[in-house]
């Protein structure tokens, strides 16, 4: 009996030796698959690496280098308006509007010459106001309110957001390469033409144009001006109604922005909240634009 | 024969008065339409802008039409958006730069608008 149970305990623990040694080999494989895996993960984290590059903000030298290549294809396009007077103009009611944007970069103020009406705001703080809107503007206040827009889309990084949202995976690629001198140059020209055409073309989200209107009409506010300037500047803009004229004035305004009536309505209940004070300064606006 | 010479004559100063008449209607046409192209090629707003101190071809670039748009859409020409910036235009934003105003500039422009200085 005893020999029986040591035979079987002999079977069984030299069978489980062999199984063992049998499955050994694959264990061992089992290992090299793990690191194949980890090789395999390995570009995917690059990737990701690449992909957060891509949405993380750019550096100051950077969105610097790109908002310049951005406001040199504007000027390329319409041309400023050049007057030393109005150009001094302008940049000190933008400059006393943006002494209260949320972010402080070096803002900087022009006039496009052209009849269209409108206002751009390029990364790095370069600001455009079209010598049509500037033309049907009526006051220092409205002038202000319209910067106020632009300065917070500026500051917030609103076009740098939505184009690295939209053109995440060739960016991406592009800014995961470093690139100095000439090269870079290009690479900002290149980023700039993009930007440019998307600027022309692309919504921005409703979300951010209602903050550009109520938060740039609080700028405005902050530096002393009466809170209705961007609501009276609209409401001109409605009243000129839909002639062909008005649409080949506001073409581009329509297509890139929300509905005049909804911007209004949701600025006169912000502008009913606000003190009735402020300044709006229309002759000092007439002399310094005329 | 002098009945059928007056005919003729006749005849041919008919066809002169008409011929005439339309040429003017031609010239009114044209002239209407140049207007219309005229009108519709200014501004919606046309009040001048950036005319004082400009010189002569500035007050000119500063005060007339649309440039560069689309007359349907409203929107830039593909020949406006194509324009790529050279080395006067880079220059010109750079010299952006140079406009924003000196605090003290600014203080003055501040106080006598009744604003506010942070």
């Known amino acids: ?290 | 024969m002098r009945t059928i010479l007056s005919l003729c004559l006749a005849l041919a100063a008919t066809l002169a008065m008409f011929q005439l008449a339309a040429q003017q209607s031609n010239t009114k046409d044209k002239q209407k339409q140049d207007k219309q192209v005229s009108d519709d090629d200014q501004p919606l707003y046309t009040r001048p802008v950036g005319t004082k101190g400009a010189t002569k071809a500035k007050k000119e670039s500063a005060t007339n039409a649309f440039n560069g748009i689309d007359p349907n859409t409203g929107k830039p020409l593909p020949a406006t958006m194509g324009k790529s910036a050279g080395a006067a235009e880079t220059l010109l934003a750079k010299g952006m730069f140079d406009r924003v105003p000196k605090r003290e500039v600014l203080m003055a422009f501040v106080k006598e608008g009744g604003l506010i200085a942070r």
Request: charged share 25%; glycine share 10%; net charge neutral.
């Open chain 1, 1 to 290: 009996m005893k020999l029986k149970h040591v035979f079987c305990i002999a079977v069984i623990a030299g069978g489980s030796a062999w199984i063992a040694q049998a499955q050994l080999p694959g264990l061992g494989g089992l290992k090299n698959k793990i690191d194949n895996t980890k090789n395999k993960a390995k570009p995917a984290t690059d990737r990701a690496e690449k992909a957060h590059e891509a949405f993380a903000s750019w550096s100051p030298e950077e969105e610097e280098g790109i908002g310049e290549a951005s406001a040199a294809k504007m000027i390329a396009m319409f041309g400023l308006v050049e007057s030393d007077s109005l150009n001094a103009y302008v940049n000190l009611v933008g400059t006393a509007v943006a002494q209260f944007a949320p972010r402080q970069i070096p803002y900087r103020f022009g006039v496009l010459d052209t009849g269209m009406i409108g206002a751009f705001a390029t990364p790095g703080g370069f600001i455009f106001v079209t010598r049509g809107a500037v033309a049907g503007i009526k006051n220092e206040a409205e002038l202000a309110g319209v910067f106020g827009h632009e300065i917070i889309h500026a500051s917030e990084r609103h076009l740098e957001s939505q184009l690295k949202t939209t053109k995440a995976s060739t960016w991406a690629k592009e800014e995961g390469k470093a690139v100095k001198g000439p090269a870079l140059l290009e690479a900002n020209r290149a980023k700039a033409e993009s930007l440019i055409t998307d600027l022309f073309n692309m919504k921005l989200s409703r979300d951010k144009e209602d903050g550009a209107d109520e938060r740039g009409s609080m700028l405005a506010v902050q530096a002393g001006y009466a809170p209705d300037g961007l609501m009276n500047f609209l409401i001109t803009l409605q009243a000129s109604g839909s002639s062909p004229k008005a649409t080949k004035a506001f073409g581009q305004l329509f297509s890139t922005h929300p509905p005049l009536d909804e911007r209004i309505t949701k600025l006169r209940a912000w502008v009913e909240k606000q003190p009735k004070k402020g300044v709006t300064n229309e002759q000092r606006f007439l002399d310094g634009t005329q």
